[in-house]
């Protein structure tokens, strides 16, 4: 009888052993998933946040763009002023060269947003980009007839200029407000 008690003791130690081990093997394992999903989410957090810094990066390029664009046909407006006041104009052609490069620049900033921005967005940021010409092409008509003596004394086409810088800034201004709401949103 000894023996049968020796042998049962040994199996029952040995069913234990082995018990505990797949135990601890299944403990292992869902601790294993567990950190893998945690693992999971934080690489998905990682990325997003990637995508959302890459978005913030081409909106404010774009809107620095627009920025930029303003600030230089603002310049160019504040040189035809002057010469219609019998001021030298500078060189309007250096002028001329450097919004060429800004429209150049911005065009290039709205065609990678236009990869980013739902369908509606991106619609408004081609009508900023619009205005910006719209303003550009009364300001060249502005140098043409104030250099050439036709308009030297006239405010008119001060007035036209300033109300598209305002229909210019005001399209800015709404597409900068639809780009912060798109990053919170």
């Known amino acids: 009888m000894n023996i049968w008690i020796s042998a049962i003791g040994a199996i029952a130690a040995l069913a234990g052993a082995w018990g505990g081990q797949w135990l601890a093997a299944r403990r292992e394992d869902r601790r294993w998933e567990?950190?893998?999903?945690?693992?999971?989410?934080?690489?998905?957090?990682?990325?997003?946040?990637?995508?959302?810094?890459?978005?913030?990066?081409?909106y404010v390029d774009f809107v620095t763009a627009t920025r930029n664009q303003q600030s230089l046909l603002t310049s160019m407006k504040t040189t035809i002023i002057q010469y219609r006041d019998g001021e030298s104009a500078g060189d309007i052609f250096k002028a001329e060269h450097a919004i060429g490069l800004g429209y150049q620049d911005l065009a290039e900033k709205a065609a990678a947003l236009e990869i980013v921005l739902p369908e509606e967005i991106f619609e408004k940021v081609q009508e900023t980009i619009l205005e910006y010409i719209n303003l550009w092409e009364v300001l060249w008509e502005a140098w043409r007839s104030v250099s050439h003596g036709t308009n030297r004394d006239s405010g008119h086409m001060i007035k036209i200029i300033e109300a598209e810088q305002v229909k210019a800034?005001?399209?800015r201004d709404l597409i900068v407000a639809q780009l912060r709401n798109h990053i919170d949103g």
């Open 169 to 171: 800034r005001q399209a």
């Open 34 to 58: 567990r950190e893998q999903h945690r693992e999971d989410l934080r690489w998905e957090r990682d990325v997003q946040r990637e995508k959302r810094e890459r978005r913030f990066n081409l």
